[in-house]
C-alpha cells in the first residue's frame, strides 16, 4: 500500500491577477458572512504585502491582522480604507441581477 501525501490548499497561489482577486472577493462577499470576507480581504493582503497595505490604509501591520482575520469584525470606514488599499472598490449590485 503506497502513502499518499498531501499539502495544505493556499488559496494565495491562485490570486495573482486582478481578475482572480475579484472572483474570490465577490465569492466572500456573496455568503453575507463577515468572518468570511475579513478572511478573504486577509488573504489579499498578504498577497500583496501586509506591511504594505497596512502603511496605505493608515493602520498598523497588527491592527490589520488582527481586523482581517476569521475572528476579525471590521468596521465599515476600516473595511474602506483597506480596500482602497488594495486597489479595490466597494459597489452595489442588485440581487435580482446577481
Known amino acids: 500500500m503506497s502513502t499518499v501525501k498531501t499539502t495544505p490548499f493556499d488559496v494565495s497561489k491562485y490570486l495573482q491577477t486582478d481578475e482572480a482577486v475579484q472572483a474570490y472577493l465577490?465569492?466572500?462577499?456573496?455568503?453575507?458572512?463577515?468572518?468570511?470576507?475579513?478572511?478573504?480581504?486577509?488573504t489579499?493582503?498578504?498577497?500583496?504585502?501586509?506591511a504594505k497595505v497596512a502603511e496605505d490604509a493608515g493602520l498598523s501591520r497588527t491592527a490589520l491582522y488582527r481586523t482581517l482575520s476569521s475572528e476579525g469584525?471590521?468596521?465599515?470606514p476600516t473595511l474602506l480604507k483597506v480596500m482602497e488599499a488594495l486597489g479595490l472598490?466597494?459597489?452595489?449590485?442588485?440581487?435580482t441581477a446577481a
Open 26 to 42: 465577490e465569492d466572500a462577499f456573496a455568503t453575507g458572512d463577515a468572518s468570511e470576507i475579513a478572511d478573504a480581504l486577509g
Open 44 to 50: 489579499i493582503a498578504r498577497v500583496k504585502g501586509m
Open 73 to 76: 469584525r471590521p468596521e465599515l
Open 89 to 95: 472598490r466597494l459597489s452595489v449590485i442588485a440581487k
